[in-house]
């Protein structure tokens, strides 16, 4: 109760909802985009991959890749289609220094968990290498994490897991390719606080699944009973999914 009260209050004191988060005009319907603004955000709700979270132009159990694919992730599931001005949103977060705009992401990131009812233990971020941090100045992820903590009461293993030096931005690569940068990236440098534990994963971008794939199979590894992972935005691919580039 008393971390949603706080974050109601943040919302007053920074004017999160008296200007569009997306235009940046004034905005008086009390929620964080304007009327002309909410006509281009699109929420991941229709018909979707029941294992990656994939958006879907039909009704399928699974999308064509999960169909042929064991993940180590249960499910994965994203709030918003990378689209419009969703994709304004992101691109502010990740490269304008608009780190409150985590916040608002997160709101519809912990909607979308509490309509899995899953109860996770424990949730961690997708790590960045640290000089790639540095000159950013913060990881969105670990700011969407700390977020959906906030509200979620969820524990956050803020420094338990790191990304391995050397290992090269995902922009622009396929699926294979990704999967081949990412493997054996990242290390679990606390296994103990993973032993038999449910954990979340939260992301800002779902593009084809690697990163999610890697991250999950390393936490598995360290001792969880299982990983799920949740993301803001998913980009709408061939039914494919992967938190992108950090």
């Known amino acids: 109760m008393a971390l949603n009260i706080w974050n109601s209050v943040k919302n007053v004191i920074f004017n999160r909802k008296l200007t569009c988060n997306i235009c940046g ?3 008086f319907n009390g929620e964080y985009f304007c009327d002309d603004c909410k006509k281009s955000v699109v929420k991941n709700d229709g018909y979707i991959c029941d294992h990656c979270g994939a958006p879907l132009n039909y009704p399928s159990a699974y999308c064509d890749v999960c169909r042929d694919r064991n993940l180590s992730f249960k499910f994965m599931r ?14 502010s977060l990740k490269y304008g220094g608009k780190r409150y705009l985590a916040d608002i992401l997160a ?5 979308l968990y509490l309509k899995t009812g899953y109860n996770a233990d424990i949730a961690v971020f997708v790590p960045m290498v640290k000089a790639r941090e540095k ?7 670990r700011e969407l994490a700390r977020a959906f903590r906030s509200l979620s009461g969820v ?30 990236s990242f290390k679990v440098v606390d296994k103990a606080i993973f032993k038999d534990k449910k954990v979340i994963i939260i992301d800002d971008v779902a593009t084809t699944g690697s990163t999610a794939e890697t991250l999950s199979a390393a ?21 494919v999914n992967d938190t992108t580039d950090k």
Request: hydrophobic share 40%; proline share 1%.
């Open 219 to 239: 936490i598995i590894r360290a001792g969880a009973r299982e990983a799920v992972v949740f993301t803001a935005v998913v980009t709408a691919r061939k039914g």
């Open 107 to 111: 709101d519809e990131v912990y909607n």
């Open 135 to 141: 000159k950013r100045g913060y990881n969105q992820s």
């Open 25 to 27: 005009r004034e905005n």
């Open 78 to 91: 994203s709030a918003y289609i990378y689209t419009g001005g969703i994709k304004r949103v992101i691109k």
């Open 155 to 184: 524990p956050l293993a803020d420094n338990a897991i790191i990304k391995k030096e050397g290992v090269i931005s995902q922009v622009g690569l396929t699926r294979n390719a990704r999967l081949n940068n990412l493997r054996d």
